[in-house]
T-cell receptor, first 115, second 110 residues
Framework: DVKVTQSSRYLVKRTGEKVFLECVQD?????MFWYRQDPGLGLRLIYF???????EKGDIPEGYSVSREKKERFSLILESASTNQTSMYLC??????????????FGPGTRLTVL | EDQVTQSPEALRLQEGESSSLNCSYT??????LFWYRQDPGKGPEFLFT???AGEEKEKERLKATLTKKESFLHITAPKPEDSATYLC???????????FGTGTSLTVIP
């Protein structure tokens, strides 16, 4: 069965802290994604990675960075957390584009609150 | 610009009252249209993928259809456990990105 896990369900941090969100998938997928979800705005893509050490900016990369050192793990980093980064963060993965039009599989989400 | 619009934003139905959710899209070459269900505080759960106009997929009380400009998610005789937010997303042939709508929040009242 498909499995995407995220390191925390709930996280509370202070303004200016460095925050790490981790995502792990067990499907040997090449592609991994980080989204944030806010009421009325839907899911917005922050970054995605199509291979180890490869990354591309999504629609809202400002204030975020990512790391993909191993195929199964994709980390989202908030270098200096701000209150406007309070949101639900969702990680997703999918197989290689050329071979599949398969869906993205989502993790359970991390609800981050920045005080 | 690739875009997805879902309507209505919210829908309240009596148990057993059938209805449809709409997903309108503009995309430069549709690779796939995806429907997801999302329960409060959880990640989206995959329901269907549709690839070409005229295609239909069914799962229990849900049926998804696709035209060249929109997709419908038909809910037949809904039950309270169908209450959730339903998300639609499209992927174009160019690029790896999915474009999501803002969802329809469905409430089914017993």
């Amino acid at each position: 069965d498909v499995k995407v896990t995220q390191s925390s369900r709930y996280l509370v941090k202070r303004t200016g802290e460095k925050v790490f969100l981790e995502c792990v998938q067990d499907m040997d997928h090449e592609n991994m994604f980080w989204y944030r979800q806010d009421p009325g705005l839907g899911l917005r893509l922050i970054y995605f990675s199509y291979d180890v050490k490869m990354k591309e900016k999504g629609d809202i990369p400002e204030g975020y960075s990512v790391s993909r050192e191993k195929k199964e793990r994709f980390s989202l980093i908030l270098e200096s957390a701000s209150t406007n980064q309070t949101s639900m963060y969702l990680c997703a993965s999918r197989g290689r584009l050329a071979l599949s039009t398969d869906t993205q599989y989502f993790g359970p989400g991390t609800r981050l609150t920045v005080l | 610009e690739d875009q997805v619009t879902q309507s209505p934003e919210a829908l309240r139905l009596q148990e057993g009252e059938s209805s449809s959710l709409n997903c309108s899209y503009t995309v430069s070459g549709l690779r796939g249209l995806f429907w997801y269900r999302q329960d409060p505080g959880k990640g989206p759960e995959f329901l269907f993928t549709l690839y070409s106009a005229g295609e239909e997929k069914e799962k229990e009380r849900l049926k998804a259809t696709l035209t060249k400009k929109e997709s419908f998610l038909h809910i037949t005789a809904p039950k309270p456990e169908d209450s959730a937010t339903y998300l639609c997303a499209v992927q174009a042939w160019t690029g790896n990105q999915f474009y999501f709508g803002t969802g329809t929040s469905l409430t089914v009242i017993p």
